[in-house]
């Protein structure tokens, strides 16, 4: 089977792209103890730029410096001010180095009412839209989860009698559940029923949007060859967007217009400072996939207005954290691309990447089809980091596929290092530099150095 339709290049503003493959954003929790991109967040983009995609999207580097951002156990990268730049420098000069690789910055905002008090102010509460805090529905959980949370405790139910609870069982069953993991896995306790969030004030807000373009504008001067602004899954901008998690009743809140100003805002003022051309997108759920939450009809309404405030190109996922089972870590494939044509529609035709991919065969239809214009892979990429060289050179049959157990993220969750049962070097990479680090610049380089130093005398 051929192929040719990943392998095409495509223009995002003023940034060429080999091909169609995009690592999607993930958090791979190698950040150091204050949010420094550390040796092994650099390995680890390295080496799929070395595998041959098109672009990487990073993981969401937060860019809010308060007390409220809001916290997680798998220790989010930080992008806050001029400390962490020259971290993130070293990491984007060493991607292009690899035929071309572009790379994008995924920015944040903060975690909203998914994220916790910071272990260093444990008085301070997440800031979010609203009060409001999650609870996590056992009923949504995927097979991947039921395996990983029956590996910490072997007396989980089955997870098809859960799903056959009706609400009052659920509900019993829920209160037993919240009292014996406060006793046996208190670390799980807060992934599964959230503190309640801090309510923002307008003030809050603005400074946000404020230093959200500083931020952008930061990470375009060093290098980075674009920006995607994080609002999917129910973080901080998501759970202004949704009236499940926003119930404000000022100009930030009540009709759709104002539940997307935050948003809307910072495409428009980041627009306005980086100017016309550069890449600039914009990741959102295709649906929220809850009760009272947004749907796919009003994002299809906020992608219009994100395009008409400058945003040039978008990327779909779906669900929320109270979702988990169709969130980001779906059982199967392609599963997120039947929200790519809302999103295209609405859009006016720009690019759209479309994530969750194993086989070659499905993400080429998609592309060829013309259903989205660059496809991504998430977990997929760190089962097997080579997946686009192999697919060009028709080795399909040589690629690892990732079996969706959902190690890698119960292992965050739990506050291990990242693992993948397909693959031992995934979050380990820093080990292993000659699958890495030697890209063909750097290696003629030190190998003239080399030869230049040979006959000098010992000391």
Not at 26 to 53: E, V
Request: hydrophobic letters at 35%; charged letters at 25%; a negative charge.
């Amino acid at each position: 089977m051929s192929f040719d339709a990943l392998f095409e290049p495509i223009e995002i503003g003023d940034v060429k792209i080999k091909n169609r493959i995009a690592m999607a954003p993930m958090n791979p929790g190698l950040s150091g103890p204050n949010g420094y991109h550390s040796d092994a967040n650099t390995a680890w983009y390295a080496m799929r730029a070395r595998g041959g995609f098109g672009l990487i999207i990073t993981e969401c580097c937060v860019m809010n410096p308060h007390r409220w951002q809001g916290s997680e156990v798998l220790n989010p990268s930080l992008f806050t001010d001029y400390r962490y730049y020259r971290f993130h420098s070293e990491m984007v000069k060493l991607v292009h180095r690899y035929n071309g690789c572009k790379i994008f910055m995924q920015l944040s905002p903060g975690w909203g009412r998914q994220g916790h008090p910071h272990v260093e102010s444990p008085d301070c509460p997440a800031g979010g839209p609203s009060a409001i805090p999650l609870e996590i529905d056992w009923r949504n959980l995927t097979k991947g989860w039921e395996k990983q949370l029956r590996r910490i405790n072997p007396m989980m139910p089955d997870l098809e009698f859960i799903q056959s609870m009706n609400d009052e069982e659920y509900k019993n069953f829920s209160h037993v559940t919240r009292e014996v993991m406060a006793k046996e896995n208190p670390e799980l306790l807060h992934v599964f029923w959230g503190e309640t969030p801090r309510e923002l004030t307008v003030s809050e807000i603005v400074d946000l949007e404020d230093r959200f373009v500083l931020q952008a504008f930061d990470a375009l001067e060093l290098e980075y060859d674009g920006v995607e602004v994080h609002a999917p899954h129910g973080y901080l901008i998501h759970s202004f967007l949704s009236p499940r998690s926003n119930q404000r009743t000022d100009h930030y809140g009540g009709a759709l217009e104002n539940r997307a100003r935050f948003l809307l805002n910072i495409v428009e003022k980041t627009r306005k400072k980086i100017g016309p051309d550069k890449a600039f997108g914009v990741r959102l759920s295709g649906d929220e996939l809850m009760p009272g939450g947004i749907g796919h009809e009003e994002i299809k309404q906020v992608v219009s207005w994100c395009r008409d405030a400058g945003a040039n190109f978008f990327n779909v996922s779906q669900g929320c954290y109270e979702n988990p089972g169709a969130a980001f870590a779906p059982d199967g494939e392609n599963e997120f691309t039947k929200w790519a044509h809302g999103f295209k529609v609405a859009s006016g035709g720009l690019p759209v990447i479309t994530p969750n991919f194993v086989n070659a065969e499905t993400a080429e239809e998609v592309v060829k089809s013309g259903q989205s214009d660059m496809i991504s892979l998430g977990r997929q990429s760190i089962a097997d980091p080579f997946w686009p060289v192999k697919v060009k050179e028709g080795r399909v049959n040589d690629i690892v596929k990732c079996v969706r157990c959902q190690q890698c993220y119960m292992n965050l969750i739990r506050s291990q290092w990242t693992e993948c049962t397909m693959n031992p070097m995934a979050g380990r990479e820093k080990l292993y530099p000659e699958l890495w680090l030697d890209t063909p610049e750097l290696e003629k380089k030190v190998n003239l150095f080399k030869k230049r130093a040979q006959g000098l005398p010992q000391i």
